[in-house]
């Protein structure tokens, strides 16, 4: 499916959002440095962007995410490991803005309808940013992302935004859940070689 151009005409849609959908990407701050982050609640006025880093409220950011492009904005709100980003006024720009998104829910919803297992061998090891690693469980895996249940305290769970290792495959993790997270597959399975049998 063909990314739609900036000038693909769709209906105005100031609310038109992707809340399910974390998009993954980098953001670059005012002081020129530059940062792992995920777009958590997109929509075309704004979303709350999941980073370690902290700019200053008003700071102006500039966000690339895969498939969707650049985005930028100002911060409206910060807390620790997030804060918001708002796009701004302009009708054509959310409709540009909408356009993206709508082109990328459509793929990333051919992307959840992957088949989700729990392989024989549900143990795995979870490789932290400082290098320490720790035992996991898998709760459920597909080709493009899993869910683990990880044995170390809750302050060591990375955040969301995060690049880890899980097992030999690296991964960012999307979202917290209870003692884990899900990540999303920087490279994912092939249909051909995934089965209850895959050892992550």
């Known amino acids: 499916m063909a990314e739609p151009s900036i000038s693909t005409p769709v209906p105005a849609a100031p609310w038109r ?12 701050l005012e002081d020129g440095s530059e940062h792992a982050c995920l777009a958590q609640h997109l929509t075309t006025s704004g979303s709350d962007i999941a980073c370690a880093a902290r700019p200053g409220l ?6 690339y995410f895969g498939g969707i492009g ?11 490991s997030r804060f918001r980003l708002g796009f701004g006024p ?19 919803g ?7 297992l729990v392989p024989v061998n549900d143990r795995t090891e979870l490789c932290l940013t400082d290098r320490r690693v720790v035992a996991a469980r898998i709760i459920d895996l597909s080709m493009t992302g ?4 990880v044995e170390a ?6 955040p969301a ?3 880890v290792r899980i097992g030999l495959r690296y991964a960012t993790v999307v979202r917290p859940t209870a003692k884990g997270f899900a990540a999303r597959f920087r490279l994912p399975f092939r249909r051909e070689t995934f089965d209850s049998g895959v050892i992550l």
């Not at 959002?17 to 670059?28: A, P, S, T």
């Not at 051919?110 to 989700?116: D, F």
């Open 17 to 28: 959002h992707v809340g399910f959908l974390d998009v993954e990407g980098r953001c670059l």
């Open 58 to 63: 008003g700071e102006r950011v500039i966000c």
């Open 70 to 80: 650049a985005l930028y904005g100002h911060v409206a709100w910060v807390e620790p």
């Open 90 to 108: 302009g009708e054509a720009r959310r409709d540009r803005i909408a356009a993206r998104l709508a082109w990328h829910e459509t793929r990333s």
């Open 110 to 116: 051919e992307q959840r309808r992957s088949p989700r």
């Open 146 to 149: 899993v869910a683990l249940r």
């Open 153 to 158: 305290p809750d302050d060591l769970l990375p």
């Open 161 to 163: 935004g995060t690049v």
